[in-house]
């Protein structure tokens, strides 16, 4: 596992695809580097990409808050179906089937619904294009919901409508910023289809 950046109160790294991000990368990166190592946010198993890990209970604290309160900055790559509008800022309302592990856009609010928000440019057009995300909520399969319910699947994406042979979706975290101990810091990766 690559890892972009180390000291005593964090880690960053480029979590492989096929790892789960809550047990075996924490697991990885304290085999790797000793301690504890604590999950801050999450990336889906499937999904490869740059994630940051706190090293101490107070790092967790500071990485925590930075996130409830939208300080932390979650981009990523996409490799969508179609030709997606230039940009975009879309919102919708989702609700989560957790028995079958599915996300749907719902029309209006009622119990597990949640608000998501993400902002895009495309970066390039085709019958696969490539875009760039800016996450202003963090939902479970919020871009790959997204995307296929307009009619754009992540290609790789079985689970929410694409009919390819790619073996998982072309998503990837390519950048984090974040405010820490009085700076910001940024780190970024890109997967080789980008």
Same mark, same amino acid.
């Given at each position: 596992? =690559? ?7 964090? #880690? ?7 790892? &789960?991000?809550?047990? %075996?990368?924490?697991? $990885?990166?304290? =085999? $790797? ?5 604590? *999950? ?8 490869? /990409? ?5 090293? *101490? ?11 409830? %309160? ?7 790559? $996409?490799?969508?179906?179609? *030709?997606?509008?230039? +940009?975009?800022?879309?919102? &919708?309302?989702?609700?989560? @089937? ?6 749907? #856009? ?12 993400? =902002?895009?440019?495309?970066? *390039?057009? /085709?019958?696969? !294009?490539?875009?760039?995300? +800016?996450?202003?909520? /963090?939902?479970?399969?919020?871009? +790959?919901?997204?995307?296929? !319910? ?5 290609? /790789? @994406? ?9 073996? $998982? ?13 009085? =700076? ?7 997967? &080789?289809?980008?």
């Amino acid at each position: 596992m =690559e890892i972009l950046y180390s000291d005593k109160e964090l #880690v960053v790294c480029v979590k492989p695809v096929g790892l &789960d991000s809550e047990h %075996e990368v924490p697991a $990885a990166l304290s =085999e $790797a580097l000793g301690g504890e190592i604590f *999950t801050l946010h999450r990336l889906d198993k499937n999904v490869g /990409g740059v994630m940051v890990y706190a090293r *101490t209970k107070a790092a967790a604290a500071a990485l925590s808050k930075a996130i409830q %309160e939208g300080t932390m900055v979650k981009e990523y790559v $996409a490799m969508v179906h179609g *030709t997606p509008p230039e +940009r975009g800022d879309w919102e &919708d309302l989702l609700w989560k @089937d957790s028995k079958k592990n599915k996300v749907f #856009v719902v029309k209006r609010m009622r119990g597990g619904v949640k608000k998501a928000r993400l =902002e895009f440019v495309r970066l *390039t057009a /085709g019958e696969e !294009s490539l875009v760039r995300i +800016r996450l202003h909520t /963090g939902r479970s399969h919020q871009i +790959r919901v997204q995307f296929a !319910s307009r009619g754009y699947p992540l290609v /790789g @994406d079985h689970k929410y409508g694409a009919k390819d042979s790619s073996p $998982a979706p072309m998503l990837f975290s390519c950048q984090l910023t974040f405010p820490f101990q009085e =700076e910001t810091l940024q780190f970024e990766a890109k997967p &080789d289809w980008a």
